[in-house]
């Protein structure tokens, strides 16, 4: 039934700090913003080997008001964790579970960005042979 990630939504308060975050984070422009006349309420970005998109929406529009951090977690695999993790610390992002090894070279992470979404990241065998086609 489930045939892949198609967006990821995160939400922020400060649309514009969080766009100029995520800009800079991944290295793209965000590719498409609504409305497109005055201050935008959605920004989408298109990223990574297989161009999933990553969208980040006015915390004006999210169907709750949590204050806290939660919910589903999407990791997204990276090549070298570490490296990742100093990165967004150096930007600003706190660490929700740290390194943790889970087995036949799968290590996970996640962080807190700063606008309050959990943002997780991987090193993830499966993916790397899923996207190299050596899938057995």
Same mark, same amino acid.
């Given at each position: 039934m489930l045939k892949g990630m198609a967006t990821i939504s995160y939400f922020a308060d400060d649309l514009a700090a969080?766009?100029?975050?995520? /800009? %800079?984070? !991944?290295?793209? #422009?965000p590719y498409f913003v609504r409305p497109l006349e005055g201050p935008p309420a959605y920004v989408e970005f298109r990223i990574g080997d297989y161009q999933h998109e990553l969208g980040?929406?006015?915390?004006?529009?999210?169907?709750?008001? *949590? %204050?806290?951090?939660?919910?589903?977690?999407?990791?997204?695999?990276? #090549?070298?964790l570490d490296a990742a993790l100093a990165t967004l610390h150096e930007m600003g992002a706190r660490?929700? #579970?740290?390194?943790?090894?889970?087995?036949? &070279?799968?290590? /996970?992470?996640?962080?807190?960005?700063?606008? &309050?979404?959990? !943002? &997780?990241?991987?090193?993830?065998?499966?993916?790397?042979?899923?996207? *190299? *086609?050596? !899938? %057995?």
């Open positions: 969080a766009t100029a975050w995520y /800009t %800079t984070l !991944l290295g793209v #422009e980040i929406i006015d915390r004006d529009w999210a169907p709750h008001r *949590d %204050t806290q951090p939660g919910g589903v977690v999407c990791f997204w695999h990276v #090549e070298d660490t929700h #579970e740290p390194r943790t090894p889970r087995g036949d &070279g799968f290590v /996970t992470a996640s962080v807190i960005d700063p606008f &309050g979404n959990i !943002l &997780g990241v991987m090193s993830n065998p499966h993916y790397v042979a899923v996207r *190299d *086609d050596k !899938l %057995t």
